[in-house]
């Protein structure tokens, strides 16, 4: 068939749509495209009468795609039966199609927006933001002689790559023999790639086709890791309080205050319209990050704290009277102990306390005893902010549900380093600060699920959050809205957005195996080192090695290592009860994310080292 090249059409408000790339279908061709395409699905016989040729594909060298750039690799296809002459019907040998760039530029567009100078160009401006982010693949090699990282993590596939390979060779009729796949376990045997698109997506790649994790070049992503203090290169160890931000993010915070900046939901104007749209897009990023079943269960805070206290002052209020009992672990940081006490003085309810053993691990049998008819809320870290330890919460959530009781999960210190599905978790909120998580400042979520929330009062009162207002009355809107008083922290939510985009891009899979490995790396190199007492050894740890030293104050640990550029977090963590279990009062806690290296822990331990040979300034 023929493939005409598309051109400028005027659409509604005097924007052009998107004119394409030179040779690529417009809309009623990629129609008849899709046509000859489901006649040929897999296992759908061929029409005799359409021949459908399976060309070799090339990156198109002569074209404007590659103009400057490395050639994209070429996508082989199997031998083809004899083709079409060129320009007749069923020719699909327009090179454009071996470039999955291509593709996509050539879908037809819906209500196209004009691309700000500067902004790469998509008919939706949030999807832009992936083009800030820097694909670790390309980056350049680590510079000469930099030291090889200790630790290699195995990535996962990029999502979506074998899916969006398998569809351009469809597309043109490549056929090339897979093994048989089971049924798609929601959907039986399926033919359509589309419902089986899961099963194209495996959860590990073959390592021979994907690099190692480069632990270097996801350091060259966050500029502030260049940074020199007190005249030494930085070592950022106190992920636990607050994590640096990747270029992505940064650039996405640039792009909305330049390009997007206004109000949401209020205003028929085109600023409007986008910061409505990255706003609620970032809402959608959270729900599928934490596998929530709908955006509409997601609502933006400032931070855990915030968010805790909304669940508090709303669902706490509505269900926790006299007599009834909250349910808290003694490893709580004190955001998630202060809003219960006040609830209980207020209601007249008992805080009760889940004990831990001497690694710093929750005591399950003794939780068990605690659960009774009285028990209306349990709430839980999922990781110790203090001493990493992660904690069994679809056990104690289980456990909670059988006596009746209602569970917030705590997952400022989980998001960052594990895979968090609420839906399987069954969790009945679930917080979390985007700080913590590579995102900006401000910006928290509150996941509930949907029947606890609709039964909610809101906990603050203004706009944005009211259906229709009269001096009698107020008629309210309904879940998140209801509880998004004022103006939300619009342009953080976007960063929060691309911050979930950044993570996923590498994996938490990934990042999870690379921080254990690390982990573990620190903890046998800084265990031995005489005066050392780590505090907290729980078998299941996250990024956290919390210790003191003998004969030194840990303010004092903490400003001998700040001179070599370390800096490291020193006192109690707002979370004083966990340590005095310890019998302490403070600790230095350096606290590990996946842009840390072997490297800066050698580094911390020299440190160390010399104050435990006296060599630094002890305690007077």
């Known amino acids: 068939m023929n493939i005409p090249t598309p ?38 016989p061929v029409p005799a009468s359409t021949p459908v040729p399976a060309p070799s594909f090339t990156s198109p060298a002569a074209s404007s795609l590659s103009s400057g750039e490395p050639a994209v690799p070429a996508l082989q296809a199997s031998p083809a039966p004899p083709a079409s002459p060129p320009g007749t019907e069923g020719d699909w040998r327009a090179p454009e199609f071996g470039v999955p760039e291509a593709y996509a530029a050539a879908l037809p567009t819906v209500a196209p927006i004009s691309s700000p100078a500067g902004v790469p160009g998509s008919p939706y401006y949030f999807l832009s933001e992936a083009t800030a982010q820097t694909n670790a693949q390309q980056l350049p090699a680590s510079p000469p002689g930099a030291t090889e990282n200790h630790i290699v993590a195995h990535p996962f596939e990029l999502p979506g790559d074998v899916a969006l390979r398998r569809v351009l060779g469809e597309l043109a009729g490549e056929r090339t023999e897979q093994p048989a ?132 002052k709303t669902w706490g209020r509505q269900n926790i009277g006299e007599g009834d009992e909250i349910v808290v672990s003694l490893l709580e940081h004190h955001a998630n102990i202060v809003p219960w006490q006040q609830l209980a003085k207020e209601s007249g309810a008992h805080i009760r306390v889940i004990p831990v053993d001497d690694k710093g691990q929750i005591l399950l049998e003794e939780y068990q005893h605690l659960l009774n008819d009285r028990t209306r809320l349990v709430a839980i870290s999922q990781v110790s902010n203090a001493l990493g330890t992660v904690t069994p919460v679809k056990e104690i959530i289980d456990l909670a549900h059988r006596a009746g009781a209602r569970v917030l999960v705590d997952g400022a210190q989980s998001v960052s380093h594990m895979r968090v599905n609420v839906q399987a978790l069954d969790a009945d909120f679930f917080v979390f600060s985007g700080h913590k998580v590579f995102a900006p400042t401000g910006i928290g979520v509150v996941y509930g699920k949907r029947d606890l929330l609709e039964t909610m009062p809101p906990w603050q009162g203004g706009g944005n959050m009211i259906a229709d207002v009269t001096f009698e009355r107020t008629l309210y809107q309904g879940v998140p809205a209801r509880f998004e008083a004022g103006t939300g922290n619009i342009a953080d939510a976007a960063g929060l957005g691309a911050a979930i985009d950044y993570v996923q891009r590498i994996g938490i899979e990934n990042i999870a195996r690379y921080e254990h490995d690390l982990l573990t790396y620190a903890t046998q190199r800084v265990s031995p080192i005489p005066g050392i007492r780590l505090i907290g050894t729980a078998d299941d740890k996250a990024s956290v090695l919390s210790f003191i030293l003998a004969g030194y104050r840990t303010e004092e640990v903490g ?34 994310a996946f842009y840390n290296t072997c490297e800066e822990v050698d580094l911390l331990v020299s440190v160390l080292q010399r104050l435990a040979r006296g060599k630094g300034r002890p305690v007077s």
Do not use: M
């Open 7 to 44: 051109t400028a059409k005027p659409q509604a408000g005097g924007w052009p749509a998107p004119t394409g790339l030179p040779g690529l279908p417009d809309e009623a061709t990629l129609a008849r495209l899709a046509g000859e395409f489901f006649r040929a699905l897999p296992g759908s």
């Open 181 to 312: 796949r089971a049924p798609h376990p929601s959907t039986g045997d399926s033919r359509f790639y589309f419902i089986d698109l899961p099963s194209a997506i495996p959860n590990q790649a073959d390592a021979s086709r994907f690099p190692a994790f480069d632990v270097h070049a996801v350091r060259r992503d966050f500029p502030i890791l260049g940074e020199r203090v007190n005249g030494k290169p930085l070592v950022w160890f106190d992920n636990a309080a607050t994590t640096q931000k990747p270029q992505a993010v940064i650039e996405r915070l640039v792009q909305f205050y330049q390009h997007e900046n206004s109000n949401i939901h209020r205003a028929a104007h085109e600023l409007a319209a986008r910061s409505t749209d990255a706003y609620e897009a970032a809402r959608g990023k959270v729900a599928r990050f934490l596998g929530a079943s709908s955006a509409e269960e997601i609502i933006f805070v400032r931070g855990a704290t915030e968010a805790i206290n909304l669940v508090a």
């Open 559 to 592: 400003s001998a290592l700040n001179e070599e550029g370390i800096a490291v977090r020193a006192g109690h963590h707002c979370a004083q009860p966990i340590l005095r279990r310890f019998g302490v009062e403070a600790t230095v806690r350096p606290s590990l």
